[in-house]
């Protein structure tokens, strides 16, 4: 064999290329975080690149810039980003005053940071059960959980669409102290009747963690508001409570995005609009190839008055954990969000929740698998996950 075969040969590979030789194979990614990086390479390098000639690595101007940015989206008064979603929410609560005795509604079906901060503050999660076509909270059921003791509600985007937020106005207008915080790790451009999530609320919050719809290169998020006040506090608790340089009116955190990020972040949400448009149509052609062979899965459903900004692509499917295990085989990586509600994990154990308190977010976690969801996703590869997965169905 030739040095330049041998060359070639292990230059694919390096960068993890499937070589055809005696069978076809095929291997696809989940989200062509690569390939994205590829497509805007110019312009992110050079935003980088600018941000390291300035070395003006904390809080520099594309921070501002992306804040802006940000702002002009969503359409709402302040945008404030922070170092990941997560602290987005605890600089929500935090700007709530929410506190230990204080408790906090949520549903038991999203990733765990969701209650994990409202435990962190030494409030109680107090969970409710999750809608079976949306999977988000069923707001229909929070007012039973309602007590003198409550402070907030935290309705979470799951997959990228916004919950009832027509229901959840209105449970607000009858309990006017509670507070409204959408968790919106899944689902920034996503909208509800035309408008921005942040519209509907008084906080809401992001993540712009990489495999996010607009994601980052490390960990990075925001929080949103109309509220004059908040934006005020939350400035000054993403920078240790801090009102002037040493001056500290709050006991806060250190949940500053770094320029680089938001130099990041400024590039890719310049091309966003297109990319949620072009997730849309990669999950409409999954419902229409699924809807063409008549398979014996869950399609996701969205309200007739949301968007969803397609975070995920979730089916829902008997014997989930075969059907994972054949398309792994066959090249098709796939992944579930979530397989254990968090009322039945163990650091929560002390809430006293058992099985079958919460028995759709129970059913759901059983079954739900994520499929390959990204707006760079080929017509081909879409045909294939479609095929080998009626193929399991069917048993061909």
């Not at 985007?157 to 937020?165: E, R, V």
Request: proline residues 3%.
């Amino acid at each position: 064999m030739s040095y330049w075969l041998i060359e070639m040969l292990n230059r694919f590979k390096s960068e993890g290329m499937t070589i055809k030789m005696q069978q076809n194979e095929i291997k696809i990614d989940f989200a062509k975080l690569q390939y994205q990086y590829q497509l805007y390479k110019r312009e992110i390098d050079e935003a980088i690149h600018k941000v390291l000639n300035n070395s003006n690595y904390i809080m520099g101007n594309e921070v501002r810039e992306l804040e802006e940015n940000l702002q002009n989206f969503t359409e709402a008064k302040y945008a404030i980003t922070c170092s990941s979603g997560t602290d987005a929410l605890l600089l929500a609560m935090m700007a709530l005053d929410i506190k230990a005795g204080d408790e906090v509604i949520t549903t038991p079906f999203t990733f765990i940071a969701t209650a994990e901060t409202i435990a962190l503050l030494g409030a109680k999660p107090v969970f409710v059960d999750i809608d079976e076509k949306t999977y988000n909270i069923d707001v229909s059921k929070i007012e039973e959980a309602i007590t003198l003791k409550t402070k907030a509600i935290i309705a979470v985007s799951l997959y990228g669409q916004p919950s009832d937020l027509d229901a959840l106005k209105k449970l607000k207008i009858k309990h006017s102290k509670l507070k409204i915080i959408i968790d919106g790790a899944q689902s920034f451009g996503a909208t509800y009747k035309g408008k921005s999530e942040v519209h509907y609320c008084d906080i809401y919050t992001t993540s712009f963690f990489p495999a996010k719809p607009l994601g980052c290169f490390g960990d990075g998020g925001a929080v949103f508001t109309n509220n004059d006040e908040l934006a005020s506090k939350m400035r000054m608790l993403r920078v240790h409570g801090q009102s002037k340089r040493y001056h500290h009116k709050y006991i806060g955190l250190g949940a500053r995005l770094d320029t680089i990020q938001a130099a990041v972040l400024n590039v890719k949400l310049n091309h966003y609009r297109e990319d949620l448009a072009m997730r849309q149509k990669v999950a409409e052609k999954y419902n229409s190839q699924f809807k063409t062979q008549n398979s014996k899965l869950i399609l996701p459903f969205i309200d007739e008055k949301a968007t969803s900004a397609f975070a995920q692509y979730s089916i829902r499917v008997q014997n989930r954990d075969v059907l994972q295990l054949k398309l792994k085989e066959r090249g098709i990586p796939t992944a579930v969000h979530y397989p254990m509600p968090l009322h039945l994990q163990e650091c929560f154990a002390y809430l006293g929740y058992k099985k079958g308190d919460f028995p759709i977010a129970e059913k759901v976690s059983s079954e739900i698998l994520s499929l390959p969801m990204n707006p760079y996703i080929t017509d081909e590869e879409i045909n294939y996950i479609v095929k080998q997965i009626t193929n399991q169905l069917t048993n061909k």
